[in-house]
C-alpha cells in the first residue's frame, strides 16, 4: 500500500511589494534621461524616467501610465523650443526641449497633380540650401485627381495605378504602374505626406476614410519611424470654370474656409499625422499681396514658375526649419516687391498656428 506524505510550505509574505501608492502622497517628482534635442519635422517622442518623492521617503520609479504628458506647445514643423510637462497627482515637472534645423529629407508624397505642383522646385531649393543631395530625395506618386476614397481602394487591391515620380533638381523621371505599397517600400522616407483630391478638399464627408489610409501607410512604410505630414492644398481661383468649383458656390474664400475647416474637424484629431504642410496657406497669402489672382496656370494648378515655386518653398522651409530668404534656387527673376512677397507668404504660413484653432 503506498503511502502519500503532504508538505507544507510556507508562504512568505514580503511586507510592501505590492504596495499601492497614492499620487497625492507624492511631495515631488523628476524627469530624467530624455531627449532634448529634436530635428525640424521630428515627432514628439519620450523617453525618459520620471522618479516620484512620498512623504514618507520612498523613492520610485513611475510606470508610463501613472502620469501624463502636455507637450501641446511641442510644434513638429517648427524650430520654436517647446516647454514639456508632467503631472503626477499635484506634481509637476518641465523640461525644456531644443529644435534645431534638418540638413537632410527624403520625401514621398502619396497625391495627385497638386502634390506634383508642390513638389517641382522642393529637390532644388535642398540644393540651394547647400544640403547634402546624398542625402535628399523627393518623389510622389500619382493619379490626376486622386481622392482619400481611390487611394484606399488602390490600397486594399495593391493595384499598380501610380506614377512614380522621382526628382533630380527641377527635372524628374517617371516610373510607371507603381503601387502604394511598392513606393513605400523604395526608400526609407522620413516623411511621407497625404492629401485630399483638390474639388473635396473642403468637404468633410470625404475624409471618412482617411484613418483607413494613414494605418496603411504605418503598416507599409519601410522606415517605421517615417512622419507622417498632410498636404494641404489651395483653393481655386476665383476664375476658375473646374466643374468641382460649384461645390464652393465658385467662391474662393469660401473654398479657401472650407479646406481650412476639413482640416481642423477631419485632420488634426488623427495623432498619427503629426503636423501640416501649409501650402493652401502660402498661396492664400500671396494672392493678397503683390501677385494678386494670378498663381493658377488653369484656375486650379499653381502657375510655373512662382505658383510651384511659392508651394515648394512652403514644404521646404516647413520641414527643415530654414528660412524663406533670397536664395540663388528662383527660378526667374523677381523684383525685391516680389520676392518680399513670396518670404513673407511662406514665413506667415509656416509659423501662424491661429487657423487650426
Known sequence: MKRFCIFFIPLLVLAGCNKAYNPLDAVSIEVTGYKETFKCGDAYT??????????????RTLNSNEYSIDSSNFIPLSLNDANITISYGEQKCSYQINKKKRDSFKILMIG?????????????????????????KVADIYIGGCTIDTHVSNAKQNAKSYVYRNWY??????????????ALQKEDWDFVTLQQGS??????????????????????????SANILWLQTWAYAQDSTHDEFVKYHNNQQEMYTAICDAYKEKVKPISDIIDVIPCGNAIQNARAGVFGDTLNRDGYHLSMPTGRFIAALTAFTAITGYEAKDVSGFPTDYSDEEKQCIFDSVKNAVTDRSWML
Open 46 to 59: 519620450f523617453d525618459g524616467e520620471i522618479k516620484a518623492t512620498y512623504k514618507d521617503g520612498t523613492i
Open 112 to 136: 495627385n497633380s497638386f502634390s506634383d505642383d508642390t513638389e517641382t522646385y522642393l529637390h532644388a531649393l535642398a540644393s540651394a540650401y547647400s544640403l547634402d543631395l546624398n542625402k535628399v
Open 169 to 182: 533638381g527641377a527635372a524628374s523621371t517617371d516610373t510607371y504602374n507603381v503601387s502604394i505599397k511598392d
Open 199 to 224: 474639388g473635396s478638399s473642403g468637404i468633410k464627408d470625404t475624409y471618412n476614410n482617411l484613418d483607413y489610409l494613414v494605418n496603411y501607410v504605418k503598416s507599409n512604410v519601410k522606415n517605421k
